[in-house]
């Protein structure tokens, strides 16, 4: 069962978790009328009729974090929690194998159909026989979506509630979550994302509603950005201000023109990146959902800031537009 080093190593990757109630199995005990292969489990919330036994939250899954302190609060104890990760959060897309359906064909002919080796992606075995293929996708958003023509194949995407569990947390079958390929995950492949119903795809509304303006200005502009890694279409480096503990954290995203923190879960543009190198701002404040700081005089400040930064002020204006200032 998971143990507070195992939540810890999941923070460090930058994964949103939170504590999920976990599988009490009783030895010598099984469930009536499934033989002897299952054992006897309950769920440690302590309803003996729980319906999600082992997989429901224990805290509001709002709460998920990447805070250490946090982490030593759930796990540090003697409790010994499932493990669950927020996937908007996290920028998590699961491909979830179920081979009671069939799915363990359908992987085999998507692998050879689309050309992918999904082996070479961050994977791990459900306690329940099947496996959960991680991707991320930081521009688009996903829900819930079947993959027409290869049953036994879910999309589990990366919007609202949507959580997954992670290893090495307890299944009720008796088995546990297990590592195969614990690599960082890599983006959605484009065909497979075409082959996803087109409903369960949508562009970020961040996206979509970005007025040409927002692009005159590129966040690389601002002094201290410097240092990072060129990747063709996103830069990609320690985060300016709290940095990385691993590799790259902070990722820039040129076409965009606009800026995901992986370690707090954050995005903004010019003026969140402004705010947060002047100290205005921690990286953390601008977590979707948050309330956004920058209104009223820390909209003002934000906009010294860029120029205190390096932009000028004709490029502030341009940057702009036409917008209310606490728009
Ligand atoms: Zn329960
Ligand atoms: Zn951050």
């Avoid at 080093?5 to 599988?23: K, N, R, T």
């Avoid at 004709?314 to 209310?324: C, H, I, N, S, T």
Wanted: glycine share 12%.
């Amino acid at each position: 069962m998971p143990k507070v080093e195992d939540a810890l190593l999941y923070a460090q990757e930058g994964m949103f978790i939170f504590p999920v109630h976990s599988c009490i199995h009783i030895p010598g005990g099984h469930i009536e009328g499934w033989g002897d292969t299952k054992p006897l489990t309950t769920c440690d919330c302590g309803d003996p009729d729980c319906l999600d036994i082992g997989k429901h939250p224990v805290v509001s899954h709002k709460l998920a974090t990447c805070e250490y302190e946090q982490i030593h609060l759930w796990w540090g104890g003697r409790a010994r929690y499932n493990i669950g990760v927020k996937s908007r959060k996290s920028y998590l897309v699961v491909l979830d194998v179920d081979p009671r359906s069939g799915g363990w064909e359908s992987l085999a002919r998507l692998q050879k159909d689309l050309g992918i080796n999904f082996l070479g992606h961050r994977m791990y075995e459900t306690g329940g026989g099947g496996v959960h293929i991680q991707f991320s996708a930081f521009t688009i958003s996903i829900g819930v979506a079947t993959i027409p023509g290869y049953p036994g194949l879910d999309v589990k995407g990366n919007v609202s509630d949507n959580y997954v569990i992670l290893p090495p947390s307890n299944h009720k079958s008796g088995g546990k979550y297990k590592w195969i390929n614990r690599v960082p995950p890599q983006d959605i492949p484009d065909a497979l994302l075409d082959l996803i119903s087109k409903k369960g795809v949508t562009p970020f509304g961040e996206r979509t509603e970005v007025s040409q303006s927002k692009l005159k200005v590129p966040i690389m502009k601002l002094e201290g950005m410097e240092g990072m890694k060129d990747f063709g279409s996103y830069l990609k480096g320690k985060h300016p201000v709290h940095g990385a503990t691993g590799g790259g954290n902070l990722i820039v995203y040129k076409a965009d023109n606009f800026w995901i923190c992986k370690r707090c879960g954050s995005k903004g543009r010019l003026l969140e990146m402004a705010a947060i190198l002047a100290g205005l701002c921690e990286c953390s404040d601008f977590v979707p959902g948050k309330q956004n700081p920058l209104k009223g005089q820390m909209f003002t400040k934000a906009i010294a800031a860029c120029i205190i930064l390096g932009v000028t002020k004709d490029e502030m204006v341009a940057y702009l537009g036409k917008e209310a200032p606490n728009d």
